[in-house]
């Protein structure tokens, strides 16, 4: 079990990312938008790697990889925290984590990171481009993105459909450390997180 585990951390650390899908990120503009986790002066990341270690052994006692965040409005922080909660969990020495941002309605993930790529979930789901070409490392080891760059109409009725159905089934198995993070829209508001 120890040489498993020894392995699996080296392969960890040898994580390389498609240079086109690498983006660099600047680090004002993440603290102007409270995403904190990546500095460890910060008070603020202490919270998050908190909330981290309760989420990882509750993940780890029920063997889940997903985890859905919600608000019951907007404007709430849920997406500061799925970010911050992200890249705290992919600055465990044995996860990696990545961001989905199925808020479809008004998709945010990619205005706080800071970032702009050009391919994002709105062209996979037109077949306009495959998943690999979606799914962004903005420079932080072990993290990664599936941004939606525009809002994309009757959000709730794509969210059913059998390719988001097996994009999800996809990133779930695809890597035993992965743990994937939903950003999704106030459930006051919409019926999507359902």
């Known amino acids: 079990r120890q040489a498993t585990s020894v392995k699996h951390d080296e392969m960890l650390e040898k994580i390389v990312y498609n240079q086109e899908n690498v983006v660099e990120i600047n680090h004002k503009h993440l603290e ?37 965040i919600v608000s019951p409005t907007q404007s709430s922080g849920k997406t500061m925290m799925a970010i911050n909660l992200a890249i705290s969990i992919a600055q465990s020495p044995n996860k990696t984590s990545m961001v989905v941002d199925f808020d479809m309605r008004k998709p945010k993930v990619s205005k706080y990171l800071g970032i702009n790529h050009k391919k994002s979930l709105n ?31 009757k959000s709730s009725e794509v969210l059913s459909l059998s390719k988001v159905r097996g994009l999800i089934s996809d990133l779930k198995d695809r890597y035993e450390s992965r743990v994937i993070i939903y950003d999704l829209p106030p459930i006051l508001q919409a019926d999507d997180a359902m």
Do not use: C, H
């Open 123 to 153: 062209e996979y789901l037109k077949n306009e481009a495959d998943l690999s070409e979606i799914i962004v490392n903005p420079s932080v080891p072990r993290f990664t993105v599936i941004p939606t760059n525009t809002p994309v109409k």
């Open 32 to 68: 102007e938008n409270r995403i904190v986790a990546l500095d460890k002066m910060n008070p603020g990341s202490w919270v998050f790697d908190a909330l981290r270690t309760q989420v990882l052994q509750k993940l780890d006692e029920n063997n889940w990889k997903t985890i859905a």
